[in-house]
């Protein structure tokens, strides 16, 4: 399969905070290998600011090191390269400040596209906005875009939104979620709304239950005392863990456009009934292989926050009552996995002896890594001896499936071409954000009132033993973690 690059207009790219993490791991890393592939035209170009006093040159040097180190391909492709280096150049901006502001009205030019990536605090969201506007920066036709934490409760989420919309209109904002970024992702809605198949059994007549695993390996060591502010919820739940619930159970929405995409996603967020205390569970990991505790990495032995949260969500809509959706993710665990699993019904009548170990038909959508969907199904096993029967895969891997053509972007690189194409369907839209830190808010302010204490699990397990209860209650249980 060939892959077909269709390049993006002309634009100029102002990224603020340049020669921080993400910048480096994630943003710059994507626009190579944009750059690389030909979707970048000739005239693109990038703009780096911080802080600091730099020249181009020194700016080149930073980010020649960033790509050698995170762009998989970049000591390989060094005139490509070199040849990226001369798109970018630096000007030093104190976004609290005078400095840089004319130095970057200067070098705008009247008919390329305009976006600004804000990858810095959000508290400084506001104010950047507002000097970009104010400066003459910013025009109606360009983009803003923004990175989580968009928030950390409604009210938050509020100000931030209200913050940004005094210089710049909604559909001027492009507030990142990654995972709607990621190939597999996306590829959910092309497997629902592009297939015939799955659409009639896609209800609670059909599924039983439906499972929704993010799964990390790896701890919070090097991060814990900012992610000690955040927890579980906040830095998974609330954006990548809903997105993907939002993808699943959401109505066909009447065209592939932003917005009548991104209503039915609020609608089913609108839809979550309020979740009862007995029916989540939170996590920390303890110390095993002396690696350390949740604890130890947080910096604070009396720590409460969660790094592992399990819960079971209705959604209280027609198409779902009496179909839970159970999220679980967690840090520390026993792999990093991603996946889907929707769980149908079983056959209203057996005519056959009972399987041992049966578990029914699944779909199972992974979406990272080994990229995938599997279709368990129950088939006789062959041989004498009467009928016995046996579940088995039907298995596709992208990588098999698509060969080369399945080498998936990174989830920045996409977004960052739809900032620049205009496309707002895979970024959350204001009231989407707010909608979810509504449902979110309650859960967490019961947790802070009732001081309950997350409960503790092995670190390389599959979680808390209550996680697995949590769904044996209901008679069912999680497709284990596989590594
Ligand atoms: C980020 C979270 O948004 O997503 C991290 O802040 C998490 O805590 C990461 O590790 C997971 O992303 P991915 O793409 O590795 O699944």
């Not at 930073?62 to 798109?87: H, M, Y």
């Not at 400084?124 to 989580?148: H, M, Q, W, Y």
């Not at 997105?243 to 609020?266: G, H, I, W, Y």
């Amino acid at each position: 399969m060939v892959s077909r690059v269709i390049p993006v207009d002309p634009f100029d790219l102002i990224i603020f905070g340049a020669t921080g993490d993400l910048a480096r791991r994630k943003i710059l890393p994507g626009l190579f290998h944009r750059f690389t592939v030909g979707q970048m035209p000739e005239e693109a170009r990038i703009v780096g600011t911080a802080r600091s006093e730099m020249d181009n040159d020194a700016f080149r040097g930073v980010i020649r090191d960033s790509l050698l180190e995170f762009a998989p391909r970049a000591a390989e492709q060094t005139g490509l390269l070199e040849r990226f280096l001369e798109k970018l150049s630096y000007v030093c901006v104190d976004v609290k400040g005078d400095q840089g502001w004319g130095d970057l009205a200067g070098f705008m030019r009247p008919d390329a596209v305009r976006a600004f990536y804000l990858s810095v605090s959000p508290s400084l969201f506001g104010e950047i906005a507002a000097r970009l506007n104010e400066n003459g920066i910013a025009t109606p036709d360009s983009r803003i875009v923004v990175e989580k934490p968009f928030g950390h409760d409604l009210a938050s989420a509020r100000a931030l939104n209200a913050s940004l919309r005094q210089s710049f209109d909604e559909h001027q904002i492009y507030r990142i979620d990654h995972y709607l970024g990621k190939e597999t992702v996306q590829n959910l809605m092309a497997l629902r709304f592009a297939n015939s198949l799955w659409e009639p059994l896609w209800n609670s007549t059909h599924i039983d239950h439906v499972q929704i695993t993010v799964a990390e390996s790896l701890g919070v060591e090097g991060r814990g005392e900012y992610y000690d502010r955040s927890g579980a919820m906040r830095d998974m739940v609330q954006n990548h863990l809903m997105q993907l619930l939002c993808l699943t159970a959401m109505e066909p929405p009447s065209r592939f456009q932003p917005n009548a995409v991104r209503d039915e996603k609020v609608k089913v967020i609108e839809a979550l009934e309020p979740v009862a205390p007995s029916d989540i569970v939170r996590g920390q990991y303890r110390d095993r292989n002396g690696e350390g505790s949740y604890r130890d990495h947080a910096g604070d032995p009396n720590s409460q926050t969660e790094c592992f949260v399990a819960m079971k969500v209705n959604v209280g809509n027609w198409r779902w009552a009496g179909t839970p959706f159970y999220l679980r993710t967690g840090k520390k665990l026993r792999a990093r996995t991603s996946e889907i699993v929707v769980v149908f019904r079983d056959p209203p009548h057996m005519i056959f002896p009972k399987m041992e170990k049966h578990r029914g038909n699944a779909l199972i959508i992974r979406l990272q890594p080994d990229e995938g969907i599997t279709l368990r199904t129950t088939i006789k096993e062959p041989g004498p001896g009467g009928m016995r029967l046996a579940e088995v895969s039907l298995d596709m891997t992208f990588a098999d499936a698509l060969g080369s053509h399945a080498e998936a972007q990174d989830a920045y690189e996409r977004l960052i071409m739809d900032v620049i194409r205009g496309d707002q369907t895979l970024f959350m839209r204001g009231d989407e954000v707010e909608s979810a830190w509504a449902w979110i808010d309650p859960i967490i302010k019961g947790w802070e009132e009732s001081e309950t204490a997350p409960v503790s699990y092995d670190a390389g397990g599959s979680g808390p033993d209550d996680a697995l209860m949590l769904l044996h209650r209901g008679g069912r249980r999680w497709r284990e973690i596989e590594v």
